[in-house]
T-cell receptor
Framework: DQQVKQNSPSLSVQEGRISILNCDYT??????FLWYKKYPAEGPTFLIS?????DKNEDGRFTVFLNKSAKHLSLHIVPSQPGDSAVYFC??????????FGKGTRLSVIA | DTAVSQTPKYLVTQMGNDKSIKCEQN?????MYWYKQDSKKFLKIMFS???????INETVPNRFSPKSPDKAHLNLHINSLELGDSAVYFC????????????FGEGSWLTVV
């Protein structure tokens, strides 16, 4: 039972364009959402987060949008750079629940 | 100045062996975790320790035994290794509190042959 779903296993984007990574969740108790970035042979590193009291959080080129009614969040990267090529994991947690991860989306930014 | 470090990074071992993976964090966090990333790429929590006490133990075989000698260390011991134990194991840590981020180690690639 996947509580956090990333339905696109991979995504290719031209350098300079926008990358949009999507994530859906099923557990309405989740109230904190994070995106992690992972390079090969390294551990996931924290990228950006959003709490359920907000619908948008921005940090430089990265913006996370949360649509609570649709139980959907997305990560926008603009402009995309070759160094952004990695696997992106969506994660969610709630009171008393551990962090639950999606399967990840592999982003390839093509120069 | 590695925040969460785990050793070994790569481990190849035979079925039936017992092995340990060590984890240390120098962030002063009070909670540590072990996550497993299997062949399907799911990152799933295995254990969570808060101030050396076990607080989460997901459905993991008894062959897996975490040990936390102090707040900064959480080691994972695996008995009687099986082929299905082959995976990447990630240690992580976090300071308890809403909104606090989990920091991961680089992972330990375990291959059971």
């Amino acid at each position: 039972d996947q509580q956090v779903k990333q339905n696109s296993p991979s995504l290719s984007v031209q350098e300079g364009r926008i990358s949009i990574l999507n994530c859906d969740y099923t557990n309405s108790m989740f109230d904190y959402f994070l995106w992690y970035k992972k390079y090969p042979a390294e551990g996931p590193t924290f990228l950006i987060s959003i709490s359920s009291i907000k619908d948008k959080n921005e940090d430089g080129r990265f913006t996370v949008f949360l649509n609570k009614s649709a139980k959907h969040l997305s990560l926008h990267i603009v402009p995309s750079q070759p160094g952004d090529s990695a696997v992106y994991f969506c994660a969610a947690s709630g009171r008393g629940t551990p962090l639950v991860f999606g399967k990840g989306t592999r982003l390839s930014v093509i120069a | 100045d590695t925040a969460v470090s785990q050793t070994p990074k790569y481990l190849v071992t035979q079925m039936g062996n017992d092995k340990s993976i060590k984890c240390e964090q120098n962030l002063g966090h009070d909670t540590m975790y072990w996550y497993k990333q299997d062949s399907k790429k799911f990152l799933k929590i295995m254990f969570s320790y808060n101030n050396k006490e076990l607080i989460i133990n997901e459905t993991v075989p008894n062959r897996f035994s975490p040990k936390s000698p102090d707040k900064a260390h959480l080691n994972l011991h695996i008995n009687s290794l099986e082929l299905g134990d082959s995976a990447v194991y990630f240690c992580a840590s976090r300071e308890t509190g809403r909104g606090n981020t989990i920091y991961f180690g680089e992972g330990s690639w375990l291959t059971v042959v």
